[in-house]
């Protein structure tokens, strides 16, 4: 038996009873209805509810009823909880999850997982301390005393536990590693903090992780490995972020600096620092020393290339015929250390030079396979960051994620839950998400948000705009105009939502004279400050006008008078110059698709109901989503964005003058 809606309408009126002030919403009852038949029948379900349905308390009840009845028959069914954001992880582990195993009659464990590299190995701290002059400049050394310091109180041992952020060259000299770890004939085994968390996780029901967790899990088990347990129902919010994490955790990348890196920790001639120095490894040195030259060799030829033969974008649409003697003699190098290695009596100085030629040896692999374009049906590129010292990725992708999903997920795991407040578009219609994950049999529920939004919000358009694709300058002049109206007519704070970077700038330069006349604060992102603090000084103002690109269309939540007004200043179209998206277009072109109505639209709509959806976050908010781009109402489709957002008051204004 697998809880059924029954049991569900228990634990909502159980909750209720315990808490006076709990308010029991239809919506979530249906969703968690709807999760339990998904469970009890081993099916897939895509739901998708609106603001304020409070999704994690609808998929974690019947979760944690499941879990807790098969655990009364000695049948364990293990739950994992997907989520994008840290911010939801920290919701539900340090809130939501205690808060149900308080109220709720059964008994269940749960857990954060973390990757192995957040947790401190205490034999490689007594190490790097033991060797930290060979090792570490001054500032270094004293970092890793605090380190020992802090290693020696925390319970849990991670680097969320640690209070500050160490320097990665310090830390990636004493976190725990798969292939750095004696495993139970290491001394500190007994405290080692990763076998105890590990212990944990195995052990525990609800297992919490983020979206990369998942997929780089997903991953290694399609080599035959895994960081995960199995798993019988998986969970997924914030799952319309979904193919996008999943293509840059099953793609590649390789960067110059990765081998700059590697290098340094061997040997770093600058500063006299390394591995092979404290080991005296005068061999190794030299041949650290050659590959230094050779990999800075290759990669100008591969910057020369890009700038010469790629496309503008960077995209390198077949194998570059280019002299890769890098690979090989890190392979050699790799032999080196393995060999010195098999000199040494102290098993774990062994494996410090096993665990540097594994990595020297993987770093090869995945230069040989880039330039031989080894992963198949995916696309390739070049990206060059910096000005002065030039950072080049290689990267590569899979173009189409479906089949992978399709194979690796919806195929064998027995019912997976994908929920999020922005999933269908127009009315009712899943079918662009699922395509895109591969998602062929499942059941789709649209709820809806029990905020009333004809009461609590009102769309503008404004009238006679000129359209951002014929005239941009003269649209841009207008987006100004239209800024200094829209803010003007409203109290409170502003969100100012652009698609491009540029825009941004160009808008901010206007109106900063403006804004400093007001005496109102003007917030832009990509000047340095980091996204949290912008919005917490967006918070404590009340009055700001915040500018922000893509990352402030989704995962922001600022409830209450502080934001009142949102401005979308153009239809968020991904324009397909990025290598990825490119290639997505091209692939539903070469179907005898329509890249624009079956990928672009849909998107776009997808993208501006997030955008929407920063203004009402709670029953008593209430403001203004102005959308600027006359597309919405002078093109056929902008039927399909206008259907997809909440019924709600729209009114269409003048330019005043």
Same mark, same amino acid.
């Given at each position: 038996?697998?809880?059924?809606?029954?049991?569900?309408?228990?634990?909502?009126?159980?909750?209720?009873?315990?808490?006076?002030?709990?308010?029991?919403?239809?919506?979530?009852?249906?969703?968690?209805?709807?999760?339990?038949?998904?469970? &009890?029948?081993?099916?897939?379900?895509?739901?998708?509810?609106?603001?304020?349905?409070? /999704?994690?308390?609808?998929?974690?009840?019947?979760?944690?009823?499941?879990?807790?009845?098969?655990?009364?028959?000695?049948?364990?069914?293990?739950?994992?909880?997907?989520?994008?954001?840290?911010?939801?992880?920290?919701?539900?582990?340090?809130?939501?999850?205690?808060?149900?195993?308080?109220?709720?009659?059964?008994?269940?464990? &749960?857990?954060?997982?973390?990757?192995?590299?957040?947790?401190?190995?205490?034999?490689?701290?007594?190490?790097?301390?033991?060797?930290?002059?060979?090792?570490?400049?001054?500032?270094?050394?004293?970092?890793?005393?605090?380190?020992?310091?802090?290693?020696?109180?925390?319970?849990?041992?991670?680097?969320?536990?640690?209070?500050?952020?160490?320097?990665?060259?310090?830390?990636?000299?004493?976190?725990?590693?798969?292939?750095?770890?004696?495993?139970?004939?290491?001394?500190?085994?007994?405290?080692?903090?990763?076998?105890?968390?590990?212990?944990?996780?195995?052990?525990?029901?609800?297992?919490?992780?983020?979206?990369?967790?998942?997929?780089?899990?997903?991953?290694?088990?399609?080599?035959?490995?895994?960081?995960?347990?199995?798993?019988?129902?998986?969970?997924?919010?914030?799952?319309?972020?979904?193919?996008?994490?999943?293509?840059?955790?099953?793609?590649?990348?390789?960067?110059?600096?990765?081998?700059?890196?590697?290098?340094?920790?061997?040997? !770093?001639?600058?500063?006299?620092?390394?591995?092979?120095?404290?080991? !005296?490894?005068?061999?190794?040195?030299?041949?650290?020393?050659?590959?230094?030259?050779?990999?800075?060799?290759?990669? $100008?030829?591969?910057?020369?290339?890009?700038?010469?033969? &790629?496309?503008?974008?960077?995209?390198?649409?077949?194998?570059?015929?280019?002299?890769?003697?890098?690979?090989?003699?890190?392979?050699?190098?790799?032999?080196?250390?393995?060999?010195?290695?098999?000199?040494?009596?102290?098993?774990?100085?062994?494996?410090?030079?096993?665990?540097?030629?594994?990595?020297?040896?993987?770093?090869?692999?995945?230069?040989?396979?880039?330039?031989?374009?080894?992963?198949?049906?995916?696309?390739?590129?070049?990206?060059?960051?910096?000005?002065?010292?030039?950072?080049? /990725?290689?990267?590569?992708?899979?173009?189409?994620?479906?089949?992978?999903?399709?194979?690796?997920?919806?195929?064998?795991?027995?019912?997976?839950?994908?929920?999020?407040?922005?999933?269908?578009?127009?009315?009712?219609?899943?079918?662009?998400?699922?395509?895109?994950?591969?998602?062929?049999?499942?059941?789709?529920?649209?709820?809806?948000?029990?905020?009333?939004?004809?009461?609590?919000?009102?769309?503008?358009?404004? $009238?006679?705009?000129?359209?951002?694709?014929?005239?941009?300058?003269?649209?841009? !002049? &207008?987006?100004?105009?239209?800024?200094?109206?829209?803010?003007?007519?409203?109290?409170?704070?502003?969100?100012?939502?652009?698609?491009?970077?540029?825009?941004?700038?160009?808008?901010?330069?206007?109106?900063?004279?403006?804004?400093?006349?007001?005496?109102?604060?003007?917030?832009?992102?990509?000047?340095?400050?980091?996204?949290?603090?912008?919005?917490?000084?967006?918070?404590?103002?009340?009055?700001?006008?915040?500018?922000?690109?893509?990352?402030?269309?989704?995962?922001?939540?600022?409830?209450?008078?502080?934001?009142?007004?949102?401005?979308?200043? /153009?239809?968020?179209?991904?324009?397909?110059?990025?290598?990825?998206?490119?290639?997505?277009?091209?692939?539903?072109?070469?179907?005898?698709?329509?890249?624009?109505?079956?990928?672009?639209?849909?998107?776009?709509?997808?993208?501006?109901?997030?955008?929407?959806?920063?203004?009402?976050?709670?029953?008593?908010?209430?403001?203004?989503?102005?959308?600027?781009?006359?597309?919405?109402?002078?093109?056929?489709?902008?039927?399909?964005?206008?259907?997809?957002?909440?019924?709600?008051?729209?009114?269409?204004?003048?330019?005043?003058?």
């Amino acid at each position: 038996m697998i809880p059924s809606t029954d049991d569900v309408f228990e634990a909502d009126g159980f909750i209720a009873r315990r808490l006076p002030q709990y308010e029991s919403r239809p919506e979530q009852v249906e969703m968690a209805s709807a999760v339990a038949e998904a469970i &009890a029948t081993k099916s897939h379900l895509v739901v998708e509810a609106g603001t304020g349905v409070g /999704k994690s308390f609808a998929y974690m009840v019947p979760c944690i009823l499941a879990a807790a009845e098969r655990q009364e028959k000695n049948d364990k069914t293990r739950i994992v909880i997907s989520t994008h954001t840290i911010s939801l992880q920290e919701q539900l582990i340090a809130r939501d999850i205690p808060f149900l195993n308080s109220i709720l009659p059964v008994e269940f464990s &749960a857990v954060l997982v973390k990757g192995r590299g957040n947790y401190i190995s205490l034999r490689r701290l007594q190490q790097a301390r033991e060797k930290s002059r060979a090792l570490f400049e001054s500032e270094e050394q004293t970092q890793l005393q605090s380190v020992h310091n802090w290693s020696e109180s925390t319970y849990d041992g991670s680097l969320a536990d640690l209070g500050f952020t160490p320097i990665p060259q310090v830390w990636d000299e004493i976190r725990s590693e798969h292939g750095n770890c004696l495993g139970k004939k290491c001394p500190s085994h007994k405290d080692c903090f990763y076998y105890r968390a590990r212990r944990r996780v195995w052990n525990s029901d609800v297992l919490v992780v983020n979206h990369a967790m998942f997929f780089a899990d997903l991953a290694l088990r399609r080599e035959g490995a895994s960081v995960l347990p199995d798993y019988d129902v998986a969970v997924f919010d914030e799952a319309h972020t979904l193919e996008d994490v999943a293509a840059s955790h099953l793609g590649m990348t390789v960067s110059n600096g990765q081998f700059s890196y590697l290098f340094n920790k061997l040997y !770093n001639d600058r500063t006299r620092k390394g591995l092979l120095i404290h080991h !005296n490894v005068e061999k190794g040195q030299q041949m650290v020393a050659r590959l230094r030259f050779l990999v800075d060799d290759l990669f $100008d030829q591969l910057s020369q290339w890009r700038e010469k033969s &790629a496309a503008q974008n960077g995209r390198v649409r077949r194998p570059i015929e280019i002299d890769n003697r890098v690979s090989s003699e890190l392979h050699d190098l790799s032999l080196t250390l393995r060999t010195f290695a098999g000199e040494l009596k102290d098993e774990a100085q062994q494996l410090d030079f096993h665990s540097s030629a594994d990595r020297l040896d993987g770093l090869g692999v995945s230069l040989n396979s880039w330039l031989k374009q080894r992963q198949e049906d995916a696309v390739y590129w070049i990206e060059v960051t910096g000005q002065k010292l030039h950072n080049i /990725k290689l990267m590569s992708s899979p173009i189409d994620v479906g089949a992978t999903l399709r194979d690796e997920l919806f195929s064998k795991v027995p019912s997976v839950i994908l929920t999020s407040a922005t999933l269908a578009v127009g009315r009712q219609d899943f079918s662009f998400y699922r395509n895109r994950i591969g998602l062929t049999k499942a059941r789709d529920l649209k709820l809806g948000s029990p905020f009333d939004y004809q009461k609590q919000a009102t769309i503008v358009l404004p $009238d006679k705009m000129p359209d951002p694709g014929e005239t941009p300058a003269e649209y841009e !002049n &207008a987006v100004v105009e239209r800024i200094r109206q829209h803010v003007d007519d409203t109290t409170g704070g502003t969100f100012v939502l652009f698609t491009s970077y540029k825009m941004l700038q160009s808008c901010a330069r206007k109106l900063t004279p403006w804004f400093a006349q007001r005496n109102q604060m003007l917030l832009c992102q990509g000047t340095g400050m980091q996204r949290n603090v912008l919005l917490e000084n967006f918070r404590k103002d009340g009055q700001a006008v915040l500018f922000g690109t893509e990352s402030f269309w989704q995962g922001v939540d600022v409830p209450g008078d502080a934001l009142k007004n949102v401005i979308i200043t /153009k239809l968020p179209f991904s324009v397909p110059d990025h290598p990825l998206l490119e290639a997505r277009v091209e692939r539903i072109r070469e179907n005898g698709g329509n890249p624009f109505t079956q990928y672009q639209v849909p998107e776009a709509a997808i993208k501006l109901r997030q955008g929407f959806g920063r203004l009402i976050r709670s029953a008593t908010d209430s403001g203004q989503v102005v959308i600027l781009d006359p597309r919405l109402r002078t093109k056929p489709y902008g039927r399909i964005f206008l259907e997809s957002l909440p019924e709600c008051r729209r009114v269409v204004a003048p330019l005043k003058g």
